[in-house]
C-alpha cells in the first residue's frame, strides 16, 4: 500500500543525532543534565529534518510543532532562559525529582520516532481523479446554507458559555454545571463539517482569502467557552490547507507561520487571563511575557512526568490507557457508568498527582505519548509517535485525489494535532462524524448516479 523511500540528508541529520546523543552519554555524567542535553540535540535533528522533508504547514510539521510546543518547550527553553522546567507550577507542587530524566527521554525517543518516519515516509505524488465520485459535488448552495446554519450555531453556543463563565466559573463547566440548549452542539458540528465540505468539493474556496478569514472569526467563538484548543487546532488546519494549495518555499513560510505564532500568543493569553480574572496588560508589563506564555503552554511536559512516576511506582505497563477514547466512546454511547481513572490516563494522572484539586474538577489534561509511555514504556514513546506520523504523513497523498477522503482527513486533522494533549485516539469520534457524512453523501451520489443512468 505504501512505498517507502528514504532520503539522504535527513538521513545524515538523524546519522549525526545519534553519535551525538551517543557522545553526550559518554561524557556527561549527571544523568539529569545528560538527558536534557540528548533532548535539546533531538528537538534541533527533528526541526532540521522536517524542514528538508516537508512544507512546514504541512500536517506531519504541525503535529511536530503541536508537540514542542505541549511537551518539549520547557525543558529545552530551560537550556536558553532563566526558567527552570523542574518548578511545578500546576497541578503538581514542588521541584520535579529524578524522574525527569525518563521524563526528557521519553520526549527524545518522541522526536526520534517523529525523525525515522518523516525519512521514511513520501507524500510526493501526481494529482489525478481516481473515483467517479468525485465527479458528483454537494450543491454549493445547499453547503453554504448549512454553513450559515453552523456559523448561527457557533456563534450561539460561545455566548452561552461566555455568559456561563461570567456568572459562574471556567471550571464550573468541567463540573456538569452547564446546561447546553438543546441543537447548539448538532449546530456547531454543522459550521465545522459544511467547512470542510466546501474546501473539500469546491478547490477555489480552499484559497479564498474572504471565506477563510470569515471561518476563522467564526471558529474564534469557541474560544469563549475558556479553552483555545479548539480554535488555535482549527486555525493551523485552516493554513495547512490555504499552503498545500500554493508554491511557497519554507523560508517565506515560517516568517507567515512566526506572524501567525503572534497572533495565537495574544488570543490565547486573552483567553487566559479573562478566564482566570487576570490582566492582559499586567503580563505585556511582565518579565519575557513571550517566553511565559510557551513555557506556560507546555503543562503536558508535567502529564507525561506523572505517567513515568507512575509506571516506575506499579512497575507494570497497562495497554488498555492507550485505547482509553475508544472505550469512554463506546461506554458513553451506551450509557454505561465507568470509574474514569481506571479507563483514562488523563484522570489517573489527575487523581494520583492532586486528589483534592480532582475531585474540585480540576485536571492536569493528557497526552499521548504519555499513554504511550504508562503502556509501553521508553519504546513505546518512539513506535506509537512514528506510527502516527508515518500515517498522517503518508495518508495525505490520498487527499489530493479523493475528495470525500480529502473530507475526512481534514476535518479530524484539528484533533489530531491536539493529540500531544489529549489522548491517542482523541480523533477518533470526529472521524467517525465524517465517515458518517461520507456514507450519508456517498448513498445520495449512488441514487443521483442511477437516475442519470436511467434517465
Known amino acids: 500500500m505504501f512505498q517507502i523511500k528514504t532520503r539522504k540528508k535527513p538521513l545524515l541529520i538523524l546519522y549525526l543525532t545519534l553519535l551525538l546523543s551517543i557522545l553526550m552519554s559518554l561524557i556527561i555524567d549527571d544523568g539529569i543534565n545528560r538527558s536534557l542535553y540528548i533532548l535539546c540535540i533531538s528537538t534541533l535533528s527533528v526541526f532540521f529534518i522536517c524542514y528538508c522533508c516537508n512544507k512546514i504547514t504541512s500536517p506531519a510539521s504541525l503535529l511536530i510543532i503541536s508537540s514542542f510546543v505541549f511537551l518539549g518547550c520547557r525543558p529545552f527553553l530551560s537550556l536558553f532562559t532563566s526558567f527552570d522546567y523542574r518548578n511545578a507550577d500546576w497541578f503538581i507542587t514542588g521541584y520535579l525529582d529524578e524522574n525527569v530524566i525518563y521524563t526528557n527521554y521519553a520526549v ?96 477555489k474556496f480552499r484559497v479564498n482569502k474572504s471565506f477563510l478569514l470569515i471561518s476563522i472569526l467564526i471558529a474564534a467563538f469557541s474560544a469563549m467557552k475558556g479553552s483555545r484548543g479548539e480554535f488555535v487546532t482549527f486555525l493551523l488546519t485552516v493554513f495547512c490547507i490555504y499552503y498545500n494549495e500554493k508554491k511557497v518555499s519554507n523560508i517565506s513560510l515560517l516568517l507567515k507561520m512566526f506572524l501567525i505564532f503572534i497572533a495565537v500568543f495574544i488570543i490565547s493569553e486573552f483567553v487566559s487571563m479573562w478566564r482566570s480574572g487576570g490582566s492582559f496588560i499586567a503580563l505585556i508589563e511582565g518579565d519575557n511575557p513571550l517566553m511565559q506564555f510557551i513555557y506556560g503552554m507546555g503543562v503536558s511536559y508535567i502529564t507525561l512526568y506523572q505517567s ?129 457524512v461520507v456514507f450519508i453523501f456517498t448513498f445520495y451520489a449512488n441514487i443521483k448516479m442511477r437516475r442519470f443512468n436511467n434517465g
Open 108 to 203: 527524545s525517543f518522541m522526536y526520534f520516532g517523529y525523525s525515522v518516519a518523516l525519512i521514511l515516509s513520501n507524500n510526493n505524488s501526481a494529482h489525478r481523479e481516481c473515483y467517479n465520485l468525485n465527479k458528483i459535488k454537494p450543491n454549493i448552495i445547499f453547503l453554504s446554507m448549512l454553513f450559515l446554519f453552523g456559523s448561527l450555531g457557533q456563534i450561539l453556543k460561545g455566548f452561552y458559555f461566555y455568559s456561563f463563565i461570567e456568572s459562574n466559573s471556567y471550571v464550573g463547566i468541567y463540573q456538569d454545571k452547564v446546561n447546553l440548549p438543546m441543537g447548539y452542539n448538532f449546530l456547531s458540528y454543522l459550521f465545522y463539517c459544511s467547512f470542510f465540505l466546501i474546501c473539500a468539493f469546491y478547490d
Open 308 to 436: 513515568v512516576k507512575i509506571s516506575l511506582i506499579s512497575g507494570v505497563f497497562e495497554f488498555h490507557y492507550l485505547i482509553s477514547q475508544l472505550l469512554i466512546t463506546i461506554f458513553s454511547v451506551l450509557g454505561v457508568q465507568v470509574y474514569l481513572p481506571g479507563i483514562s490516563y488523563s484522570h489517573l494522572a489527575s487523581k494520583t498527582a492532586n486528589p483534592q484539586l480532582y475531585e474540585q474538577g480540576f485536571g492536569l489534561g493528557g497526552s499521548y505519548l504519555g499513554e504511550s509511555y504508562i503502556a509501553m514504556g521508553l519504546i513505546g514513546c518512539f513506535i506509537i509517535p512514528f506510527i502516527v506520523l508515518f500515517l498522517i504523513n503518508k495518508l495525505e497523498v490520498f487527499t489530493r485525489y479523493n475528495k470525500t477522503f480529502y473530507f475526512v482527513y481534514y476535518s479530524s486533522l484539528p484533533s489530531v494535532l491536539f493529540i500531544p494533549r489529549e489522548t491517542l485516539f482523541y480523533f477518533f469520534p470526529y472521524a467517525v462524524k465524517g465517515i458518517i
